[in-house]
């Protein structure tokens, strides 16, 4: 079935690194790719959608200059946490949509854990 | 817009009994698909089983089977002989065309041995 990529799987960093998370279709392309937060306890909220060789669509609350998405082929999104901080750690998972079968389901990936001290 | 409305944070049940997971929707569409995702501590998103909103049929796979009332927008997730590995946290979705996946604020699903 359609797998998605997403490295790395854990983070830990200090305040004010950026970070940057991969995410990859491994064997579809994907014009479309979401990225997820979900604090614990909690569930997932998306952050953005992630539109190939256009600009990202963010939801309203989300900072477009602190988390930067790329979109810039058909099997890879990238997000960047800039400057991070302590409250920017949550566990961040993307998902892609393969449009061979009708976009649905949606196939995430394994999420990554960011830890900034 | 649509929401998606999971009444139960909580539900725990006995190893090889059977459990049912309430979830409910509102929409104004009629053609829309419905999700069961499993979270396990690992934090993995799984899909569980999957509903299109056209048929009438309810959707089975294994140990898992949905009862899908499209009348009165109700999405519940039976699991049969319930197992360890099942325990996890359990997220119903809602996804209309390409528009964002709707997630409900899941149930989490303890299994007593």
């Known amino acids: 079935g359609a797998v998605v990529s997403q490295h790395p799987s854990r983070v830990i960093c200090k305040s004010g690194t950026s970070v940057k998370i991969e995410c990859r279709s491994l064997?579809?392309?994907?014009?479309?790719m979401f990225w997820y937060r979900q604090f614990p306890k909690q569930s997932l909220m998306l952050m953005a959608t992630?539109?190939?060789?256009?600009?990202?669509?963010?939801e309203q609350g989300v900072e477009k200059d602190k988390f930067l998405i790329n979109h810039a082929s058909l099997t890879l999104s990238t997000l960047t946490v800039t400057s991070a901080h302590p409250e920017d750690s949550s566990f961040y998972i993307c998902s892609a949509r393969d449009p061979h079968t009708g976009n649905q389901p949606q196939h995430f990936g394994d999420g990554t854990r960011l830890s900034i001290l | 817009a649509q929401t998606v409305t999971q009444s139960q944070p909580e539900m725990s049940v006995q190893e090889a009994e059977t459990v049912t997971l309430s979830c409910t929707y509102d929409t104004s569409e009629s053609d829309y698909y419905l999700f069961w995702y499993k979270q396990p501590p690992s934090r993995q998103m799984i899909l569980v089983i999957r509903?299109?909103?056209?048929?009438?049929q309810n959707a089975t796979e294994n140990r898992f089977s949905v009862n899908f009332q499209k009348a009165a927008k109700s999405f519940s997730l039976k699991i049969s002989d319930s197992q360890l590995g099942d325990a996890a946290m359990y997220f119903c979705?809602?996804?209309?065309?390409?528009?964002?996946?709707?997630f409900g604020t899941g149930t989490r699903l303890t299994i007593i041995p």
């Open positions: 992630s539109n190939e060789g256009s600009k990202a669509t963010y």
């Open positions: 064997d579809f392309q994907a014009t479309t």
């Open positions: 509903q299109e909103a056209y048929k009438q």
């Open positions: 979705a809602y996804n209309f065309g390409n528009e964002k996946l709707t």
